[in-house]
């Protein structure tokens, strides 16, 4: 069962942009509104780490490295969270994942994105 499904990478040159998207096919409108949704990302030999997140009164936070670039916004009637990524830089090379925060659903699959000349 499909709790949440991230679309949305590809490969970029350094410096491009991309959307990604999450949506939360099983919650309901009155479930997925309230929640804190955060965006997480994994590097090759990384820990997992929280870049984005948005509360249910659309306060954003952002991790340092990724603050000024990234943008994470949400459409609770679509039940979708999105995140642009704006002059990406090769580190910014994850495996990108959207959950609650804390992180309380199970894992999708996550959407690769790929910064590389």
């Known amino acids: 069962q499909v709790h949440l499904v991230e679309s949305g990478g590809g490969l970029v040159q350094p410096g491009g942009s991309l959307r990604l998207s999450c949506v939360a096919p099983?919650?309901?409108?009155?479930?997925?509104?309230?929640?804190?949704m955060g965006w997480y990302r994994q590097a090759p030999g990384k820990e997992r780490e929280l870049v984005a997140r948005?509360?249910?009164?659309?306060?954003?936070d952002y991790a340092e490295s990724v603050k000024g670039r990234f943008t994470v916004s949400r459409d609770n009637s679509r039940k979708t969270v999105y995140l642009q990524l704006n002059s990406l830089k090769p580190e910014d090379t994850a495996v990108y994942f959207c959950?609650?925060?804390?992180?309380?659903?199970?894992w999708g699959q996550g959407t690769q994105v790929m910064v590389s000349s």
């Open positions: 099983r919650m309901i409108f009155s479930v997925f509104s309230p929640l804190s």
């Open positions: 948005i509360d249910s009164n659309r306060m954003t």
């Open positions: 959950n609650t925060v804390p992180a309380e659903r199970p």
